[in-house]
């Protein structure tokens, strides 16, 4: 019998994604069905009863879709963090999880400097605003968004550092980029940081008061990362203490009415993650996840597994 290949995405692919998707599983002699947009996660629940495989991006893989995944094998985040899928329950149903590392890197990173430069613009208020040209940027973790983010600041003529605690400081710095010892010195160093940290037990709220305070004057964080790893009690204090800070994140806060409100003209939220929300982006990670799974399937190939 035919191979079920379900794509799970409330946050749709654009449509050319969707196309080279459906060509690599008809290719393989594969069925392909599509749940876009769904709001209820019955309708996930109902989707993911009778499929081999699926792709999804930040939908939420949890206990209950496994349990209800009665046939599923493989599940693959067609992008970077993995954060939304419960590893443990992956492995304790038989499903190998996978991410696709790097396929939305570059879409991501460029929307970090849309950010950036919307923030020192004064977020396009008329009045005169500040350059990046010539500014220290920090990278807080130089893995394939951090390096994309090197390499566009590279063109803006900024002065880039980076922390990263799993690369030595030889594995940076042959990039050009300069290697800080410890996180403390990147945000006392950089005027502008730009988080690319994934949310993991350790990193859930490791950006605090005490780090931000050490930011020199007039510092910009940007946050295309995950919200999880902000503190958000503590950065609402820091930007009530420094008023020199401004924020610009992609992952909409939980306390975003009570930013906006006591920051105005420093603090900015995109609606819905949007990092990597083109249509390139979408194509390579959707096209790298079906190959993964028909990989997968034909010829056992676990090569970006991220479960035991
Ligand atoms: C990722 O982890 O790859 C990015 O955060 C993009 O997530 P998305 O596919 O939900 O937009």
Redesign the pocket.
């Known amino acids: 019998m035919s191979k079920k290949i379900l794509i799970a ?1 409330d ?1 749709p692919f654009a449509s050319e994604a969707v196309k080279g998707i459906k060509n690599v599983i008809d290719q393989a002699g594969y069925e392909l069905v599509l749940l876009e947009k769904y709001t209820e996660k019955q309708q996930l629940l109902d989707a993911v009863a009778n499929v081999d495989a699926a792709i999804i ?3 939420i893989f949890d206990n209950d879709v496994f349990e209800a995944a009665k046939q599923l094998k493989i599940v693959v ?8 899928i419960d590893l443990e329950a992956a492995t304790s149903h038989g499903v190998c999880a996978m ?2 590392p790097g ?3 570059n ?2 990173a460029e929307l970090a400097f849309g950010l950036a430069v919307y923030a020192v613009r004064n977020f396009y208020n008329g009045t005169s605003g500040t350059e990046l040209a010539g500014k220290k940027l920090g990278i807080h973790a130089y893995g394939n968004v951090g390096r994309n983010v090197a390499r566009i600041a590279k063109g803006f003529n900024m002065e880039v550092y980076a922390f990263d605690p799993f690369l030595s400081a030889e594995a940076i710095e042959k990039e050009g980029v300069k290697a800080v010892k410890t996180v403390e010195e990147l945000y006392s160093t950089c005027e502008f940081v730009s988080l690319h940290i ?1 949310a993991t037990a350790e990193t859930k709220n490791s950006i605090n008061y005490e780090l931000l305070n050490k930011l020199p004057k007039k510092a910009l964080l940007i946050n ?3 919200k999880e790893v902000i503190n958000e009690a503590e950065i609402v204090k820091l930007m009530e203490d420094r008023i020199d800070v401004k924020y610009v994140t ?2 909409l806060p939980s306390n975003h009415a009570e930013m906006a409100e006591k920051f105005a003209g420093r603090y900015f939220s995109t609606p819905k ?5 083109t249509a390139e ?2 194509t390579n ?1 959707g096209i790298a996840a079906a190959n993964q799974i028909v990989d997968f399937i034909k010829n056992g190939n676990e090569c970006f597994r991220v479960n035991k």
Do not use: H
């Open positions: 995405t946050k991006r930040s939908d985040r067609a992008g970077a963090g993995f954060d939304n991410n696709t396929q939305n890197a879409a991501v994934p295309t990362a995950r992609d992952i993650k949007m990092g990597a929300q982006a979408n990670a």
